[in-house]
Nanobody, 123 residues
Framework: QVQLVESGGGLVQAGGSLRLSCAASGLFFRSLTMGWFRQAPGKEREFVAAISWSTGTTAYANAVKGRFTISRDNAKNTVYLQMNSLMAEDTAVYYC????????????????WGQGTQVTVSS
């Protein structure tokens, strides 16, 4: 089993930055995707960004391209989401997820999830 723990959320003003972290422990497979998803009040959970653990290949939702950067630290089994130029529309609970044995942005393939961390952007 894989355990994921997010941290780094908080309250920031529009235009500011935050860096989220997702630490993985337990069973961990190199052949997997680590991704960030978010869910705003009254909305479905949506894809934000993903990274292939083995190759470093990344993918981003159009809404965050150019503003967010996903990265990984293999030695620490940790994935990060650097969020810049934050807007009120970015307010959501952000979840870290893991999709074993594949490279994908599809939510259904993600089998392990963290507890979520709240990001609130004020204007």
């Amino acid at each position: 089993q894989v355990q994921l723990v997010e941290s780094g959320g908080g309250l920031v003003q529009a235009g500011g930055s935050l860096r989220l972290s997702c630490a993985a422990s337990g069973l961990f497979f190199r052949s997997l995707t680590m991704g960030w998803f978010r869910q705003a009040p009254g909305k479905e959970r949506e894809f934000v960004a993903a990274i292939s653990w083995s190759t470093g290949t990344t993918a981003y939702a159009n809404a965050v391209k150019g503003r967010f950067t996903i990265s990984r630290d293999n030695a620490k089994n940790t994935v990060y989401l650097q969020m810049n130029s934050l807007m009120a529309e970015d307010t959501a609970v952000y979840y870290c997820g893991s999709a074993p044995y594949t490279w994908t942005t599809a939510e259904y393939a993600y089998k392990y999830w963290g507890q979520g961390t709240q990001v609130t952007v004020s204007s």
